[in-house]
């Protein structure tokens, strides 16, 4: 069986996008294959793919040369038209032409519609080579890019970047294809630099190995081979020196290179000096260099870039590229000084000219609003045992923003925050206030670390939720796939914070000092079009969060968050301690028993109220008749009272063990007592027990909610 | 090692593209902040017709001034702009070409060309490209245009970015742009950038960051925007009520209004240096620059319609309009 090689060839393609298109570009060719019944679904790991900065390319072993034979039904007319006094009409005759069969070899078929005629046919496999030429082309149009453009006149396709090579070969057959105004053919391109412009594929079966001699490393995971080993020979000529481990950064030169190779460069020991943040940024993110270390793990001043040639014969490209850093070293080593010539506290008046967003203004108004939220945080947190020191707070706040005003971070946006808080300590400002204004936009991703101290803690939470609450107010709250503020990312570092710290602090206050700073805003109200609406959209927002964190980060069980969020999603602290309390009891006979009881009174409230039912919010004692109803009676009103009070003393656990031990009287009075009676008065208290039963037992989880597996 | 001056990049960098069929022009007399603002790309990469064009522009770039003490940093520096329209299959490659005939042995270097798309909100334009790394130094921006003044560009042009003082202090292996050789005087000694530059970047800077008057630069800036708006606006009116008298329309000087549209730009990017520009100002004041970019796209692409209508004309009816056939002459070759 055949082998077939398609490459497509274009100029230079993002590394960012390079594996996702490879991956659907084998999937799609794959699945074209089975569709077209050329492949077998068990020959999937006979698919090899390939790529590189200039090219996609898959390989698929033992392709049908051509597809099989296939019988099939076509339908025609309606059975009622198709005889006329046993005879075939004319619509009878017309499709057995059709079909290409003789009238008389046309059957009937019953269908949903009725009885029609049918032709059973014959339809020949086609050639694979046809079958493919006709339709990889839209398949190559249909690949998904992030970002993609036109370049032929009229705008015919839009590709990541102009197509310029294809070769498609099944076997040693050229497929007649053309996509994007390019016609395959069986010659591919070698490395720009180090090899002839164009190399002959004699078959799919040699594409890899002759791309190689023509400088062309195809395979993503055999560059990155080559690249770890050439960095670990490069570091070698450093004693004890280790560079640092960056699959990222890994995967991106491996993605910018065909034929990689590595340098070892070095820069003056004195920019040591400067922070290693800033150090590394540049190296990683401005140069895609890697980081070297000395045996303990310092910075050590040295560097690796990695190359897409084949080595630096004589020192010029490690001159090049020490040239390169020394400048961006000395431009940062420049910005550190000039920025130190204005402190932090003289920026502040500064932020009036930066924008934070075009409705909500400035970067100085944005902080006014930040003080105060912080400041109520701190007096809330203060009435509970949390201790937190205000001024650090309030010092932190109001610095926090004062770096984007800076050189350095102009230069080097992505660490703001961090420069703020290495230039207060440089200020000899205190270290709590340093921590605090570097840590504030922790956590950034769900990996990322939170805050270090409270301090830093609410800092980060009144800066997020003063953005939340403001882009809320605006109505620019994210929908599905579009959050291009990050409010969810924020969300979910405000409520990790407050769960990994334990900060009792309800999602509900906090809401709430955020939008009374947007309600206390002149100005800006009559751009606040959705504040009304703000508390109930931050609140759904919050606890879809708070949901997400639980299951996701957390993993809690799915019914156990859905149980524990429904008995209240506000108190983040709460809500974690109770979802591990019922995780905890949740496998035992007596709480699934329960739970099973609750969800029956669940379902008996429901009907009751849905039937028009009425009924009071307590029930009374006197009233109930059955032994069976006065014992569970006479057990919630003495659970209740205890419930509560180990809820208070946050006992969850044993409040959840005492509530499953009611099981035996709960199934006692299910068994013996009949709930929707004819007599009003029963019924109506008979009801009042199990709504005061469900309120008064319901505050950690809703039971009702667990998921009992048969 | 024998490394070409400042003006020998230069030079031969021109030589290169003029010998690709490139119109050699000269740095636009208005201020601007990058070669993409010159006519010769704003305009040129409008409508349908061909044009390949490379020309010097320096760019001036009132905040990123450093009063000279920086190295790196320039208020204005020096770009090399080519403008391929529609580009031709081979354009990486001839650019590569155009690298070693400044003196770079690709053999000995590292070329990468890593993704940076660009894009102006002031001019409605943007495009996808690359940086193009050297030895881990940006050499150029290589982008493909995608739209210019808000309009959907087809063909689209290729635009080639040369920063020449990065380029000359690689070449020439300075650590800083002000020892970068520009000449030679007779007697072999070398006249370098700072020699020639320095001041400028000096006086500049204080001009820009410390002495122009924000009161007056407002007052300059509403002055020339009332103007390209009035001339805008009067292309519309002009257009409706000449519509049968296609010279008359072809003469207005939609060009003019252009200038003063960057004279605009300009004024903003000196107050912004002034910090003279609220937040609340600052997207307004962006948006009203754009429209008058965008206005003047379209009505410029208009008038090159009706200019390649007239020419169409032209071939049928012979002589009709002298004069304005003289004009298609004129541009045509």
């Given amino acids: 069986m055949p082998d077939l090689l398609l490459e497509i060839g274009c100029e230079e393609i993002p590394a960012r996008m390079i594996d996702g298109a490879r991956a659907e570009l084998a999937k799609r060719v794959t699945d074209l294959l089975k569709r077209e019944r050329l492949i077998s679904s068990e020959n999937e790991n006979q698919v090899v793919t390939y790529s590189t900065p200039r090219r996609l390319a898959v390989l698929i072993h033992g392709v049908e040369a051509r597809q099989s034979d296939v019988q099939e039904q076509i339908l025609g007319p309606a059975t009622r038209v198709a005889y006329k006094d046993g005879k075939p009409t004319a619509a009878a005759e017309a499709f057995a032409r059709k079909a290409g069969v003789d009238v008389s070899q046309l059957q009937k078929t019953s269908t949903p519609k009725g009885e029609y005629l049918a032709a059973h046919v014959v339809r020949k496999g086609r050639a694979a080579a046809g079958v493919l030429a006709e339709n990889l082309p839209q398949e190559l149009n249909a690949l998904y890019w992030a970002k993609n453009m036109y370049w032929r006149a009229a705008k015919p396709e839009r590709f990541v970047r102009p197509v310029r090579c294809i070769v498609a070969l099944l076997e040693n057959e050229v497929l007649a294809l053309e996509y994007a105004g390019v016609r395959a053919g069986n010659r591919s391109r070698g490395h720009r630099i180090l090899a002839d412009a164009e190399v002959t594929i004699s078959s799919p079966a040699s594409y890899c190995a002759q791309l190689e001699a023509s400088k062309v490393i195809v395979d993503p995971a055999d560059r990155e081979r080559r690249i770890r080993k050439a960095l670990d020979s490069a570091t070698r000529t450093v004693p004890g020196a280790r560079w640092r481990e960056d699959p990222e950064l890994l995967a991106t030169v491996a993605n910018l290179t065909e034929f990689p190779s590595a ?63 020394r400048a961006r070293f000395n431009d940062a080593q420049f910005f550190w000084q000039t920025d130190q010539k204005i402190p932090l506290e003289q920026r502040v008046s500064m932020l009036e000219k930066v924008t934070f ?64 808080g290495l230039y207060a300590k440089a200020q000899g400002l205190p270290q ?3 921590d605090a204004i570097y840590d504030q936009y922790r956590p950034e991703s769900t990996e990322d670390e939170i805050p270090r101290s409270v301090e830093g803690s609410l800092v980060s939470v009144a800066d997020k939720i003063d953005s939340i609450a403001g882009m809320f107010a605006l109505g620019l709250q994210p929908s599905g796939s579009k959050d291009p503020f990050a409010l969810r990312r924020q969300a979910n570092g405000i409520v990790r914070i407050l769960a990994e710290h334990k900060l009792p602090l309800r999602i509900g206050e906090i ?104 009924w009071p919010s307590e029930f009374s004692t006197d009233a109930l008749v059955e032994p069976a109803e006065q014992a569970l009676g006479a057990k919630v009103s ?51 027990l199990l709504g005061t039963m469900q309120r008064s037992f319901s505050t950690i989880a809703d039971f009702s909610e667990i998921v009992v597996e048969r | 090692m024998n490394s070409p001056t400042f003006q020998e990049i230069i030079l031969k960098l021109q030589t290169f593209w003029a010998a690709h069929n490139c ?67 081979n354009i990486q490659e001839l650019y590569l070409e155009s690298l070693v005939a400044i003196g770079i042995d690709l053999r000995r270097h590292d070329i990468k060309f890593e993704e940076d798309n660009w894009e102006s909100p002031t001019l409605g334009a943007w ?142 990017n000196i107050l912004d240096a002034r910090g003279a520009i609220s937040v609340t100002e600052r997207v307004g004041v962006i948006a009203r620059i754009r429209a008058l970019a965008v206005g003047v796209a379209k009505a410029y692409l208009d008038q090159q319609q009706l200019a390649a209508r007239g020419l169409e004309l032209q071939t049928e009816l012979l002589n009709a309009t002298l004069g304005v056939c003289d004009k298609f002459e004129i541009e045509r070759e």
């Fill in chain 1, 263 to 325: 340098i070892l460069g070095s820069f003056d020991r004195g920019f040591l000096t400067l922070p290693e943040e800033v150090l590394v940024t540049v190296m990683r993110d401005h140069q895609k260099y890697f980081a070297v270390e000395d045996a303990s793990g310092k910075l050590a001043p040295h560097f690796l870039a990695v190359l897409n040639t084949d080595g630096d014969h004589d020192g010029l490209i490690r001159h090049g590229n020490e040239r390169v850093l």
């Fill in chain 1, 357 to 420: 967003q075009k409705d909500l203004g400035s970067y100085l108004s944005k902080m006014e609003r930040t003080a105060a939220v912080g400041a109520s945080l701190c007096e809330r947190l203060q009435k509970t045992n949390k201790k937190v020191d205000q001024a650090v707070v309030g010092a932190a706040v109001r610095l926090a923003k004062t770096d984007l005003t800076t050189e350095l971070v102009k230069e080097f946006t992505e660490l703001q925050g961090i420069i703020g």
């Fill in chain 1, 432 to 434: 709590s206030v340093a």
């Fill in chain 1, 511 to 614: 809401v709430d000092f955020a939008l009374q700073q947007y309600r206390a805003a002149g100005g800006l109200r009559a751009k606040l079009r959705a504040l009304d609406q703000a508390p109930t959209n931050l609140s759904d927002f919050f606890r879809e969060r708070l949901d997400f964190y639980m299951r996701e980060v957390r993993g809690f069980a799915y019914d156990v968050v859905n149980a524990v969020l429904a008995a209240g999603a506000d108190d983040v602290v709460d809500a974690v301690a109770r979802a591990e309390a019922v995780t905890s009891v949740r496998a035992t006979d007596d709480f699934l028993a329960i739970s099973t009881a609750f969800k029956r009174t669940k379902n008996i409230l429901r009907q009751a109220r849905e039937s028009g039912k009425q």
């Fill in chain 1, 638 to 688: 003495e659970s209740r009272e205890l419930v509560d009070s180990l809820r208070r003393s946050s006992r969850d656990q044993e409040a959840l063990a005492h509530i499953a031990s009611l099981r035996p009287i709960v199934d006692a009075f299910f068994d013996k007592v009949m709930v929707m009676v004819d007599d009003e008065k029963l019924r109506a208290n008979r009801l009042a």
């Fill in chain 2, 23 to 89: 119109v050699l022009q000269q740095p636009y007399d208005v201020e601007v902040g990058a070669g993409t603002m010159s006519p010769e790309t704003f305009l040129r990469v409008l409508g349908s017709k061909p044009y390949r064009v490379a020309y010097l522009q320096p760019s001036r770039r009132p905040a990123d001034g450093r009063y000279g003490e920086n190295p790196n940093r320039l208020y204005k520096h020096t770009q090399l702009q080519v403008i391929l329209k529609p580009p031709p299959e």
């Fill in chain 2, 127 to 268: 495009g996808i490209g690359w940086q193009v790394m050297l030895d881990g130094l940006e050499i150029t921006q290589f982008t493909y245009f995608q739209q210019c003044g808000g309009i959907d560009l087809d063909p689209i042009s290729a635009e080639l970015t040369y920063g020449l003082e990065r380029l000359a202090a690689f070449l020439q292996d300075v650590d800083s742009i002000y020892d970068i050789v520009w000449a030679r005087s007779a007697d072999g000694c070398p006249v370098t950038y700072g020699d020639v530059r320095l001041q400028e970047e000096q006086q500049l800077s204080v001009y820009n960051f410390e002495a122009a008057d924000v009161e007056k630069a407002w007052q300059h800036l509403q002055l020339y925007e009332a103007e390209c708006k009035a001339l805008i606006d009067h292309y519309g009116v002009e257009k409706k009520s000449k519509e049968q008298d296609p010279a008359a329309i072809l003469r207005f000087p939609i060009l003019g209004a252009f200038d003063l549209c960057l004279k605009c730009s300009h004024l903003f």
